[in-house]
């Protein structure tokens, strides 16, 4: 079917009112989970084929999160759907005001390759938990999963308001001339840049989830076993392919053989001898990429693996060193198995070197200072920073997941997903009633209303606070007569019980 | 290098320097802004009546006491508002820090609009400011002599290598938009709008995009017409209807059409005298091209109330038109000038389709005693935003966020909404090197097992805020017991 009828038909889908209801939001959600937890072996049979993942892989790294999101979104949709009432003024008093969260209408998705569930089936569920109708472009380069995306979803799904659109640049270029509410895209700025552009034609907002090289700077008097263990983890899954890897390191040079033997030791332990055999390894996703991937080590020294075969497009885990800034490696998101040292004098020249480029979507230090870690975060900005692990952020619902600059705008996961794909309408409801205070805003205009006018406007009442203190208030009176009816020595400790609950300090 | 890149690398350099981050600088940024408004007000005055005809009251009442209002809140709330954010926890982050960091984003391009001057292009700088940003400020050239004073004054009262002012028309705009901000907020049309984002989509540059529309205005026939009337002229007419949230146009019920003309007659003349060109509260229309542009717009309407203009004086009547058809001119486009359109409908069905068939505006207006009848209103339509029974009055409610949807905008401000959307809230979450051992189950060898203790880790989302008010109640009816039972 034509790319623009597939969007007309969603947005009439939309338009018949029918996503809007919460009872039927939530009967999708349950629907894509039970897809989730009945067709399994096809999408790990299909995660195979594209990038060599094991079963297991697939289901830590991509399925149990989409579970726990769905479970999320079901058990909080009336809560994030609800009207959310706004601190009251002195103006407003006598009104209803709120923020009434409502749904776009039809949503783009532009799904990537290396977690295509992940990345395309997240947004997908935030869409649908606020009420829209969505188009899905899974990446065409993860073809055996996009094909079972077009397969299983309309099986499990409306499919007329959540149709799965599967092709090439062209078939995407051809959507992005389409009108939607929203687009939110997985990638490289350099796809991102041609999605804004398309989605300004119409004033859509977007959400671009790029990338970037994700600094990992290793103070040298942090525990090097457990940091190298975690940073080999968090490099080396997926074969490097994960937006929020960590790219390359940075370190004092007295630390860098100590580091370079943890990461082999990892790696062994991770992925065996011959990580070419061990099926918890995978597999660059096409001949492009491993081309690209191998010629970064051009210049660098290979300290650890550096095997390649092309035929499998297979590369083994490998660690680089002799880096410069001006080294190959350096001049791209790596988005493989490769792992560059760049040695540093200390935390200035890290954070030097760190703000001298592009805003990462990930920042990792690894650190035992608090102190040290506070002034990473002071003196630097990426989308997230996380200190003494690798990837763990994204699993955290409540953690807004999303790039600044070059990595990307907006954000999303659990909440921040629904809240991202809503329109929050601000709602003032006032009465016909009380005409007389307007008057100071009539004119004529003259310098006793203005004086009035200024009252109101400027005395910033806190009416929520005014109440609570007369709350307390209330019960401490409440409380004290009761108690020194009966017992005047209990009066004081009570006093001081309720106060300290209130928050006040006696 | 031209003179608007001189302006954002010095931006950009003195953003560097760090020195518009620490909270007493923002703090002392935002109270000399203030004392500008304090000492100025002759200054701002004299240029506004130049501009728009705006009356020595009008522009205190309508843009500056606003904008003070937003400096003291804040000023009264920067800490809290920088401060880090805690996330709540669960089993897996138990012994971890989780938080959202506010932090300032860089350079921020802030374009202003010409109505209300003052008002749209110092409200974002103030929370641009606040989240520790650097500013480029681009007045509207529509309104020359404001532009000049901004220009002038600013420099004055606030940083002028973080907050420089850059004038200009549209060659000057077109060029900044050549420049890399990280933050681009513009307020106008949705034209111009389109070819901002456009340009900043070349750098990946976020956007704010305050636009406009056509905001409907809908009069139940059993509510109280006077009062709903008189709400509806002040909101159309103050500023000359050049207000982006001025009631466009209103449908009613062709039983109430009359009325409603009296009523807005009425509250015209008490507003504006028998003869509104000599009142010093009514505005003008901003140039002769917007001038002819509104006056062209009463082709093929009938004149209820008004009608004439002098274009000498850029001077159009406070107009009703009446049994307007929806193909008639003045519903092509926003008006943005004073002629309010009535056009009947004969039923709250006919009226919500005829909103839903239109672009989003940025306000919905309902004016009605039927609580059920608002609430079908908006569950039934969408816009920026809705306020039933006043008009313009959403603005000055700092806690709500203050934008469009659709072809009326992305992104809102206000209050602490504009710190928000100007600042990066970075997810931090900081571990400690320690308890390796649960690490286990992630790594590899992965296996159906490690599968199985992981899956219960991560779906098991324990709500410890919940279990934390529990176990408090549980204190307390300890307590309370124990009390009782001594007594």
């Not at chain 1, 991770?270 to 210049?299: N, Q, W």
């Not at chain 1, 300290?303 to 297979?314: M, S, V």
């Not at chain 1, 016909?432 to 100071?440: A, D, I, K, S, Y």
């Amino acid at each position: 079917m034509h790319h623009s009828n597939v969007v007309a038909r969603a947005r009439k889908a939309f338009l018949t009112g029918r996503s809007k209801a919460l009872s039927y939001r939530l009967s999708q959600l349950k629907g894509l989970r039970r897809l989730i937890t009945e067709k399994q072996r096809d999408i790990a049979d299909a995660l195979r084929k594209d990038l060599h993942k094991s079963e297991n892989a697939t289901q830590l790294y991509e399925m149990i999160g989409l579970e726990g999101e769905i479970d999320l979104a079901v058990s909080h949709l009336s809560e994030w759907a609800a009207p959310r009432p706004v601190e009251q003024s002195l103006l407003t008093v006598a009104d209803e005001v709120y923020i009434q969260p409502e749904p776009l209408g039809v949503v783009l998705i532009i799904g990537a390759w290396n977690y295509p569930w992940a990345v395309t089936v997240q947004p997908l569920i935030g869409a649908i938990a606020a009420g829209n109708a969505a188009v899905i472009k899974p990446s065409e380069v993860s073809s055996h999963t996009s094909k079972v995306m077009e397969e299983l979803l309309p099986l499990y799904l409306d499919k007329e308001l959540f149709p799965v659109v599967t092709g090439g640049v062209v078939q995407t270029q051809e959507l992005l001339k389409q009108r939607f509410d929203h687009i939110f895209y997985t990638g490289n700025s350099t796809v991102g840049k041609v999605v804004m552009e398309a989605a300004a034609r119409h004033l859509t907002p977007v959400t671009l989830e790029l990338g970037g090289k994700s600094p990992c700077y290793i103070d040298k008097d942090c525990d090097l076993s457990v940091a190298c263990r975690r940073i080999t983890w968090g490099k080396y899954v997926n074969c490097g392919q994960t937006c929020i890897a960590p790219d390359y390191i940075l370190c004092e040079p007295s630390i860098q053989d100590k580091v370079v033997k943890e990461i082999r030791k990892c790696i062994k332990e991770f992925y065996t001898d011959d990580p070419k055999t061990c099926p918890d390894y995978s597999r660059i996703v096409s001949l492009r990429h491993f081309r690209r991937i191998v010629a970064l080590m051009e210049g660098s020294s290979v300290a650890i693996g550096g095997e390649t075969d092309e035929a499998q497009c297979y590369i083994a885990p490998t660690v680089l060193t002799e880096v410069t800034s001006e080294s190959k490696v350096m001049q791209e998101e790596i988005f493989g198995p490769l792992l560059p040292i760049i040695p540093i004098s200390g935390t200035d020249e890290a954070i030097e070197f760190i703000n001298k480029r592009e805003k990462p979507l990930a920042l990792y230090v690894f650190s035992s200072s608090d102190k040290m870690i506070k002034r990473m975060i002071a003196d630097t900005s990426s989308g997230a920073l996380l200190a003494n692990d690798c990837l763990v952020h994204y699993t955290l619902s409540d953690l807004p997941f999303g790039g600044v600059g070059s990595s990307g705008m907006g954000h999303y996961h659990g909440r921040y997903t629904f809240d991202q794909l809503s329109h929050l309408r601000s709602c003032l409801i006032k009465k016909l009633r009380m005409e007389r205070v307007n008057q100071v805003r009539y004119p004529p205009h003259t310098a006793q209303k203005l004086r009035w006018a200024r009252l109101f406007l400027l005395k910033r009442v806190d009416v929520g606070q005014w109440r609570r203190a007369a709350q307390a208030v209330a019960l401490v009176t409440l409380a004290a007569y009761v108690v020194q009816v009966r017992r005047p020595e209990r009066f004081t400790s009570i006093l001081y019980c309720t106060s300290y609950t209130f928050g006040f300090n006696v | 290098m031209s003179r608007e890149q001189k302006a954002v690398d010095r931006a950009r350099k003195a953003f560097s320097t760090g020195r518009s981050k620490p909270l007493e600088y923002r703090l002392q940024q935002l109270k000399s802004l203030r004392r500008l408004f304090v000492e100025r007000q002759k200054d701002i005055a004299d240029a506004m009546m130049k501009d728009l005809r705006k009356s020595e009251f009008s522009t205190p009442l309508y843009e500056t006491m606003g904008l003070e209002g937003e400096i003291d809140l804040a000023v009264s709330h920067l800490k809290e508002w920088a401060a880090p954010r805690p996330v709540a926890k669960n089993l897996m982050t138990i012994s971890d820090q989780v938080y959202v960091q506010p932090e300032p984003l860089g350079v921020v391009l802030i374009i202003g609009a010409w109505n209300y001057p003052w008002a749209v292009t110092i409200q974002p700088l103030i929370g641009a400011m606040a989240a520790g940003n650097a500013a480029v400020v681009k007045p509207s050239e529509v309104s020359a002599h404001t532009a000049k004073v901004m220009e002038e004054l600013l420099p004055l009262y606030v940083d002028k290598e973080l907050y420089p002012v850059v004038t200009g028309g549209v060659a000057e705009t077109q060029e900044l938009l050549k420049q890399r901000f990280d933050h681009i907020f513009y307020t106008g049309n949705s034209v111009v709008g389109k070819v901002v984002m456009e340009a900043a989509s070349r750098h990946l540059t976020p956007v704010t995009l305050e636009l406009g529309g056509k905001s409907p205005c809908y009069i139940d026939k059993n509510c109280n017409i006077s009062i709903a009337c008189r709400r509806i002229a002040w909101g159309k007419f103050t500023n000359c209807g050049q207000t982006c949230i001025a009631p466009d146009y209103i449908l009613c019920d062709p039983s109430i059409q009359d009325l409603v003309v009296e009523e807005i007659r009425q509250n015209v003349k008490e507003f504006y005298t028998e003869n509104p060109k000599t009142c010093p509260d009514y505005g003008r229309i901003v140039n002769q091209r917007h001038y002819r542009r509104v006056m062209s717009m009463l082709d093929g309407c009938t004149v209820a109330v008004g009608g004439d203009g002098d274009e000498s004086d850029c001077y159009i009547a406070p107009t009703v038109l009446c049994d307007v058809k929806p193909d008639a001119k003045v519903m092509q486009e926003e008006i943005f000038g004073p002629l309010l359109p009535i056009l009947t409908v004969g039923s709250v069905d006919k009226a919500i389709d005829f909103i839903n068939q239109r672009e989003k505006p940025l306000a919905l207006y309902i004016y009605s005693h039927d609580s059920k009848l608002i609430k079908r209103f908006i569950s039934e339509t969408s816009s920026g935003g809705v306020v039933a029974n006043d008009c313009l009055v959403q603005f000055s409610v700092s806690a709500l966020p203050f934008g469009g949807v659709g072809n009326s905008g992305m992104g809102a401000y206000h209050g602490k909404h504009t710190f928000d959307q100007l600042s990066h809230l970075r997810g931090c979450l900081i571990k400690q090197l320690k308890m390796e051992g649960v690490n286990k189950l992630r790594y590899p060898p992965h296996t159906a097992k490690k599968l199985g203790w992981a899956r219960f880790l991560i779906l098991k989302q324990v709500d410890l805020g919940q279990m934390k008010r529990l176990a408090m109640l549980a204190i307390f009816a300890v307590i309370a017991a124990a009390v009782y039972q001594r007594t």
